[in-house]
């Protein structure tokens, strides 16, 4: 047997085991009431903030942070870190103006919040529709990462052997989200979460005693590997070169730090709590993990490029998606070696758990918001809320198609970079209207609709006219050119449009804003009372 299939085959079994223990789960999770809309989207608010810390950790730390990040720091160096920091950085912004106030003011989705002192019906169907257009953005960034790490495996760039992988990802989502409900996706979040900190730990732990703990030289390493000497260490390998890449960096920062607010599956983990100090105490637990993963990651990148070299990571995988496999492999003893056959195999098995875990966690909130939104709004009289579950299973199947159909056509980009489109679409139509919703006692139902619609339909129509859909050689159709919009994430144009458009919704409104409502929010939202 080649080491090739020696690892592949391990791969499998530990990735089979993962699937067998998170199947179980599900089936024991599924055999207690799964009825009531409280179970199904919130697990009966039995978590504990530790419990619930893990989870959140679990669902943040995606492919993107576990693949992608590592991949962009290996090829690009200092400019890879953005995304480290701006994803370490925007759970700030969670942490002091949202994970409390939300925990008040909502039963289970983003909506609730807003819903509270304006007319539902608009702008449930408004928020619903940004929160499932998020939610599969997100989605297709962890399919495409579970392609890279099968091609890997399989030693080629298989294209069935990708596209069989991203379907079979997509039918273990369904059947997880469908039969335990967000009880089983907390505790196969926690379960996953443990497994990626336990793998980053040994990894790094690996690449510092490769070079005697002494970080210096595991940074001149990697420069001298590179080929860009110490221009590797240094601002400007993909974000300098002019002042539409400065442009790109600081959009994409922008998208970074303020869309994890904005996230449909961050916000609904913060309902499965029996309390805002509980909410509140359960993301300083998932600061510590997220802080800690994002650092080793930064080791994770660099030990990469110096030990692998950026020329076998874009060989692999353009986009770089298979840096720490790789590292992983060479770490271990080599390719044909026991020790990196066994590493490989055990890293590779940990990513697709992340993969399944986040795929479960995001498939989950966007259900919720198309039965708990759209269609509730949508149907008169009122969905019961079993009826309403029932609703959520079968849109939880329709999802998971138009994720794989997605995930199958963007195959070719690098994970962290898809999901940075996701953070910005986030960051532009449901942030704005969040806090305004929280903090602006003259929003009003108007201003609500088009704060959401004014973030929502500029970014998603700037990513299609953008080189990432068209117009250069890396681009999703790289045969035709609609490229309009130079820069390839959109959130420095369409964040503050969506602040624009929901303030002049507002002043153009001729309704006046509820001062009670507002006042009853507020209460609700700083002290708890009458919290659900």
């Excluded at 066994?342 to 966690?361: D, E, K, N, Q, R």
């Amino acid at each position: 047997m080649t080491g090739n299939h020696q690892m592949l085959a391990l791969a499998l079994a530990l990735f089979s085991a993962f699937v067998a223990v998170t199947l179980g789960i599900t089936t024991w999770v599924s055999r207690h009431r799964q009825g009531s809309a409280e179970e199904f989207y919130a697990g009966g608010r039995l978590f504990s903030p530790m419990e619930n810390g893990f989870a959140i950790a679990g669902d943040y730390m995606s492919a993107a942070s576990f693949l992608g990040i590592s991949g962009l720091i290996a090829l690009f160096g200092y400019d890879g870190l953005l995304y480290s920091v701006g994803f370490l950085v925007a759970w700030l912004v969670v942490l002091f103006l949202v994970a409390e106030l939300v925990r008040n003011c909502g039963r289970f989705t983003l909506a609730d919040v807003i819903a509270a002192r304006m007319r539902e019906r608009p702008v449930r169907i408004a928020a619903g529709t940004s929160s499932v257009t998020v939610s599969v953005l997100y989605l297709v960034a962890q399919m495409v990462g579970a392609g890279s790490l099968v091609a890997l495996l399989l030693g080629g760039t298989s294209e069935a052997a990708q596209s069989w992988t991203v379907i079979a990802v997509g039918a273990l989502m369904v059947i997880y989200v469908s039969l335990g409900g967000m009880r089983a996706t907390t505790w196969i979040q926690i379960v996953k979460a443990v497994l990626l900190m336990g793998g980053a730990i040994a990894l790094t732990v690996l690449v510092l005693v490769r070079f005697h703990g002494d970080f210096d030289q595991l940074l001149r390493t990697a420069a001298e590997r590179s080929g860009h000497g110490d221009a590797f260490l240094a601002p400007g390998l993909r974000y300098g070169g002019d002042w539409t890449s400065r442009f790109d960096f600081i959009s994409l920062g922008l998208a970074l730090v303020l869309g994890t607010a904005g996230l449909p599956h961050i916000l609904s983990r913060f309902y499965t709590v029996p309390t805002a100090r509980a909410a509140r105490r359960s993301v300083v637990w998932s600061i510590g993990l997220i802080g800690g993963f994002y650092l080793m990651t930064i080791v994770l990148g660099f030990g990469a490029a110096a030990i692998v070299g950026p020329q076998a990571v874009r060989g692999s995988n353009a986009a770089g998606n298979t840096a720490v496999p790789l590292l992983a492999l060479d770490l271990g003893g080599g390719a044909d070696s026991t020790g990196g056959t066994v590493l490989f195999a055990i890293v590779a098995a940990i990513a697709f758990a992340t993969i399944l875990a986040v795929v479960a966690g995001i498939t989950l909130a966007s259900s919720a918001s198309v039965a708990h939104d759209l269609y509730a709004s949508l149907r008169r009289p009122r969905a019961k809320p079993r009826s309403e579950v029932a609703v959520a299973r079968t849109a939880a199947v329709g999802i998971g198609v138009v994720a794989i159909a997605l995930g199958l056509l963007a195959r070719d980009l690098n994970v962290a970079f898809l999901v940075g489109l996701a953070f910005a679409v986030a960051a532009s139509a449901n942030l704005p209207v969040l806090l305004y919703s929280l903090f602006w006692g003259g929003f009003t139902t108007r201003g609500a609709v088009w704060s959401v619609y004014g973030g929502l339909i500029p970014s998603v129509v700037l990513v299609l006219l953008s080189p990432v859909v068209s117009g250069s050689p890396d681009s999703l159709f790289p045969g035709v050119d609609f490229q309009y919009f130079p820069l390839q994430n959109p959130g420095l144009v369409s964040i503050p449009l969506g602040f624009l458009a929901g303030w002049l919704g507002t002043v153009t409104s001729a309704e006046d804003p509820d001062e009670a409502k507002h006042a009853e929010t507020e209460v609700r939202s700083l002290t708890g009372a009458g919290a659900v």
